[in-house]
């Protein structure tokens, strides 16, 4: 949905894009690939993303989405890669201050024109921000979304499916044997996630 409402923003706001007999945007050729719409999308996704999950989430489903080969380049080349995780992190930068969808938006086509982003995996610019902080690992693929004042984890994101859970929901499922990784622990009386701890501070809930 997210990356729908991307390409309907760039065709009626920056360049009309290929659609086919019925209408709908056309997938099947290298119109949507490495160029200026790669480029918006992933911008534009990655803010999204950061204004509903916040920040570190955006950037860590971005890495995974480009590790896992699942990116928009059909090469997958380190260059192309380089374009998305740079493209990713203007989205985040804009997704940080934009108030709404709309104006993420707005606030990407002016950094389009401006040339802020990268267009093609030609480009010289270096991606050199973090890739990721966190170390993920099958067992252990839980993110915290958000704490409530008293720092306790309240939502949860699974990392590998892109699951979003309450608190109760992960209890559940770490109850049925889902999340080896994690236990539950009795805390005030609440049935509250622990992770089981292992060797990396960084995967272990806060």
Known sequence: MVV???YDYFDQNIRSLPKDQDGQFDLSGDEFIDNDVDAFRHAYTSGVFTQELGDSASEICGYLQELSGNGSSRSNSPDSKNMD???NSIG?????IAKSKSELA???KKA?????LILSPDDARKFLGKISQYFI?????IFVIQEEKTGRNNQFLD???GELMSREEFVLQIQSGQYPGYHIASISDILTP???PNAFFENNLG
């Open 106 to 108: 707005a606030l990407l």
């Open 137 to 141: 690992t099958p067992d252990k693929p």
């Open 194 to 196: 622990v992770s089981n």
């Open 85 to 87: 995780l740079w493209n």
């Open 92 to 96: 985040r930068k804009y997704g940080k």
């Open 159 to 161: 990392l590998l499916s």
């Open 4 to 6: 729908l409402i991307a």
């Open 112 to 116: 389009l024109e401006k040339g802020e």
